[in-house]
């Protein structure tokens, strides 16, 4: 299995733009897990899905912020509008369990101008 | 409010020793701890889980203790390597609620050779 894959790697984009990323799990696994990195606040959860179920959104930070998960193999994050705090590292990961470990994503950098 | 804490002073050490790093957390009952790593650029890695009733986990060099009593974790690398050097996070479940895994910042570790 090729693990989680995300896309973009890099997005530099001006205030006020919408932002799409993408996440591809691990064939087979019921969980996806969206996730944001920044060095004054570490590794954040911001929702989570369950065979495609939202479960668990309260880590999003605003209504800025949404995330859709239309079939098992495929996940998105949206930003819209974007502003330059929202820069950081955006991962996803998967799993085959809530409680098992967590297969991560490279991650998306995003540097909003 | 609920906090986990790692040292977030680079530890350094030198080739051959062992390396201990610390998580402490607060207001947490967790049913079980993991240990992440993650290297510049990439996304973390699972190295080990450890429940609520064990006391020690082994794999290969490396060994966590979990401490209900004292809120702590420890996370040992034996005989480490240059190669060890990496930031290491230890992350929080708790069975109640829907919440997902709950990460520290992490704590870096340096192994001069």
């Known amino acids: 299995d090729a693990g989680v894959i995300q896309s973009p790697r890099h997005e530099v984009t001006e205030m006020g733009q919408e932002v799409t990323l993408r996440c591809k799990p691990i064939?087979?696994?019921?969980?996806l897990f969206w996730y944001r990195q920044t060095m004054m606040r570490g590794l954040e959860l911001l929702i989570y899905f369950n065979n495609n179920v939202p479960i668990d959104d309260s880590g999003m930070p605003e209504d800025r912020f949404s995330a859709k998960m239309p079939n098992a193999s495929f996940s998105t994050l949206k930003i819209q509008p974007s502003e330059p705090r929202d820069s950081a590292v955006y991962f996803c990961?998967?799993?085959?369990?809530?409680?098992?470990?967590?297969?991560f994503g490279e991650g998306s950098r995003l540097t909003v101008l | 409010s609920q906090k986990i804490e790692q040292n977030s002073e680079a530890l350094n050490i030198q080739e051959g020793k062992t390396a201990t790093l610390t998580c402490n957390y607060t207001?947490?009952?967790?049913?079980?701890l993991q240990w992440y790593r993650q290297d510049p650029g990439r996304g973390p890695v699972f190295l080990l889980l450890?429940?609520?009733?064990?006391k020690e986990k082994r794999k290969e060099r490396l060994k966590v203790t979990f401490d209900t009593t004292l809120k702590q974790s420890l996370f040992h690398i034996t005989a480490s390597q240059p190669a060890d050097s990496a930031t290491y996070l230890c992350?929080?479940?708790?069975?109640?609620?829907?919440?997902?895994?709950?990460f520290g910042s992490g704590t870096r570790l340096q192994v001069q050779p």
């Open positions: 990961a998967s799993s085959g369990r809530r409680t098992g470990e967590l297969f």
């Open positions: 992350a929080l479940y708790m069975d109640t609620g829907r919440r997902a895994l709950t």
């Open positions: 064939s087979g696994h019921d969980y």
């Open positions: 207001n947490y009952s967790p049913a079980y």
């Open positions: 450890i429940r609520e009733n064990e």
